[in-house]
């Protein structure tokens, strides 16, 4: 069987074989179909000659094997250091392989690369600056997925995941009117305790376009509303598209890049239409990335930026309460020790790691912040990072990554953790959930508004 | 033969060897892509050449980088090694001799001592690097015949210039090795992995212009790498 009825070399592209890919639990036919999955060769090597230059050619040839980017990879770390964890031994034996077999490789091979790339690196670029030659594996797994991806090699939930993006334009089924109904709920319930909020859909040329993530409507709408609570507080001139509001990407963790550009096009797009000063995106990493720092690659913008400023919201956050906009109450700052996860996906892929240490000189009590060690651009992946979180079949994996992101936390003593970025937070739920160590954690937005200085007005009537 | 080899070989020799390094060079650039890349190198340059100096010079400092601070050992070896293969041929005082009778120019010469020094420190520090590509199952997995040849390469004008500089045997003999093995070296160095002599910098320049420009460069944070 060339190509299977659910595994095929196909993108989903219909909401039909969406759903009939969904209805298969576990995707156990999906990778039974796998099993027998014919590799396009001649495809995947005319592939290869067409994007593999400069960069990642020079990179698989000049590697040194000297092996300093073993001890860089946290998976390498947590797995009792097995050489079969060391970076360039993971690259080397998987898309070296298929260069240097110009293609001509066979299904439990390919089955094997896809393990590799999506069980043994979170694309979470750390080695990449321990070693010498530059070599950045968080890099050269995302091509290798692309190149596994392209030929139906692609783990089940990331299937659906870009499939998601493609028929939805959403990583979960939020359609259009699913997210402005998701606004005008949250606008009303929000309004009775903040009076005057509101959560402007598709408004004009204001100062603030704001973007989130599609879990936000779909399990947490409560983030919804805390955003808009913050922006109202703040007095900012804000709205939300109608279109174009998601701004994560499974599909770059799938290596759907076709898809990429397509999903943050339409993003790029509300912001033509809307005219905003500028964008501003929610607590999440690798939507970030998927937006500001790749997305202007995928859709061919020379100048490699969005088509306005396009910010994270740590860096709202910061400029807010600089600013003075927001107004933390210093007796309700956090005063228990309290640590922070920098998230690869915007400290190490965006340099954003001091910003977030401003934020936390406004909210915590001075003396109470801990740091992990190491951080900023030299931390630890969650260990959930790259789509790991959500591929069922490597949960096991997954969890042994998790144990670093828990040691790290364990030595800071901290109880509580700060995470603004989805996944992180995510990996640090599932963290807990596995390893019970006892801690807490939280996105910004929630602990903020705990501790904001409300000016009088904008208190409910009746409260007085 | 021995004026074929330091004739018209030699000649030959740094035509094809640094010709083709200077090849290398330019089709890494012109293989640069923005799109595939990610990263635009054109429309911020400034940000660009700063982070690719940045990243070169972090990483030819001993203490530059992280990397190297955490792991003195390897570290120490690395330069050693690496200073010694590279100085050590440019500088020595019989080099320049014959740079001087074939072009009429030379390059200051090093104290004889401290040529002997640096050759010994080259090869030295070359066994143990390979000693620890057999010792530690994290370069072990990595190391292929092709590593260990290219070591041999590398390592083998110099044990025959010191053999040929001690007199140890037949001295013609030795030194006719070293200067075919010299050849051979200069030869190798663009069409293997050698030519990282010029790839590190390129490489090295590419990865630093990414994180000038787009991984957070132009958000005024420097990466400490
Ligand atoms: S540190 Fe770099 S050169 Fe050394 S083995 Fe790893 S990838 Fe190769
Ligand atoms: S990118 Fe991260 S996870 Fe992947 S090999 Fe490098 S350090 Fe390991
Ligand atoms: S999930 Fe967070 S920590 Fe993990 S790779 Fe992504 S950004 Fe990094």
Known sequence: ?464 | MYDFLTGPMLWLTFAVSFGGLLVRVVLYIKGLSQQLDRVAYRAHMSYGLKGAFNSIISFLNPIGARVWRIRPGFTLMFFAFHIGVVITPIFLIAHNVMLQENLGFSLPALPSGVADFLTWMAVVAGLLLTLRRVAFPEVRILTTGYDYLMMVITLAPFVTGLIARYAIGDYQFWLTAHIITGEIWLLSLPFTKLSHVVLFFMSRAQIGMDYGIKRGGMKGSSLSW
């Not at chain 1, 099993?35 to 000659?49: H, T, Y």
């Not at chain 1, 439990?108 to 979470?124: G, K, L, N, P, Y």
């Not at chain 1, 913050?230 to 701004?247: C, D, I, K, R, Y």
């Not at chain 1, 949960?395 to 800071?412: C, H, Y």
Request: hydrophobic fraction near 35%; charged fraction near 25%; glycine fraction near 8%.
């Open chain 1, 1 to 464: 069987m060339p190509e299977g009825i659910l595994c095929n070399k196909t993108p989903i592209k219909t909401d039909e074989q969406l759903k009939l890919t969904l209805s298969d639990s576990r995707g156990t036919k999906y990778y039974a179909e796998m099993l027998e999955l014919e590799v396009d060769s001649d495809a995947l090597w005319a592939l290869v000659q067409k994007t593999l230059k400069s960069r990642t050619k020079t990179w698989l040839e000049i590697c040194a094997h000297c092996g300093l980017c073993a001890e860089s990879c946290f998976l390498y770390q947590v797995n009792g250091r097995t050489p079969k964890q060391v970076p360039s031994y993971k690259i080397q034996s998987t898309l070296g392989q298929i260069v240097k077999k110009k293609g001509k490789v066979t299904n439990e091979f390919m089955r094997h690369c896809m393990d590799v790339a999506w069980s043994q690196c979170t694309c979470c670029n750390r080695c990449g600056m321990y070693c010498p030659h530059g070599i950045d594996m968080g890099v050269m797994f995302s091509y290798l997925r692309g190149l596994l991806y392209s030929q139906g090699f692609v783990p089940w939930e990331l299937k659906i995941g870009s499939g998601m993006h493609r028929v939805y334009r959403a990583q979960m089924d939020v359609t259009t009117e699913d997210w402005v109904e998701t606004c005008e709920w949250m606008a009303e319930e929000t309004e009775e305790e903040w009076p005057g909020l509101e959560i402007p859909v598709d408004k004009q040329d204001a100062d603030i376009m704001y973007t989130c993530n599609a879990r936000e409507p779909k399990h947490y709408p409560e983030d919804v509303a805390e955003a808009a609570i913050l922006f109202h507080v703040a007095g900012e001139n804000w709205t939300v598209p109608s279109e174009g509001w998601e701004q994560t990407s499974l599909s770059m963790f799938a290596g759907d890049w076709e898809c990429c550009k397509d999903n943050v096009q339409n993003v790029y797009d509300a912001i033509e239409r809307l005219n905003p000063k500028r964008a501003i995106g929610t607590e999440c990493g690798h939507a970030h990335r998927a937006t500001v720092i790749e997305g202007p690659y995928w859709t061919g913008r020379p100048d490699g930026l969005p088509p306005r400023p396009y910010i994270h919201y740590v860096e709202w956050l910061a400029e807010a309460l600089r600013t003075g906009k927001l107004k933390i109450d210093p007796a309700k700052r956090i005063k228990e020790p309290v640590t922070l996860q920098d998230s690869c996906n915007y400290v190490r892929n965006q340099g954003l790691k001091d910003i977030t240490r401003e934020i936390i000189s406004y909210i915590v009590e001075p003396g109470f912040f801990v740091e992990m060690s190491p951080n900023k651009e030299h931390n630890y992946c969650c260990g959930g990072g790259g789509g790991f979180n959500g591929i069922g079949m490597y949960r096991e994996q997954r969890n042994v990554a998790l144990r670093k992101k828990m040691d790290q936390i364990l030595d800071t003593g901290c109880k509580l953790v700060i995470a603004p970025c989805h996944n992180c937070w995510d990996a640090i739920r599932d963290l807990e959930e596995e390893y019970e160590i006892g801690i807490r954690w939280s996105f910004l937005k929630p602990l903020v508004i705990g501790m904001l200085d409300v000016p009088e007005h904008m208190l409910p009537k009746d409260e007085e």
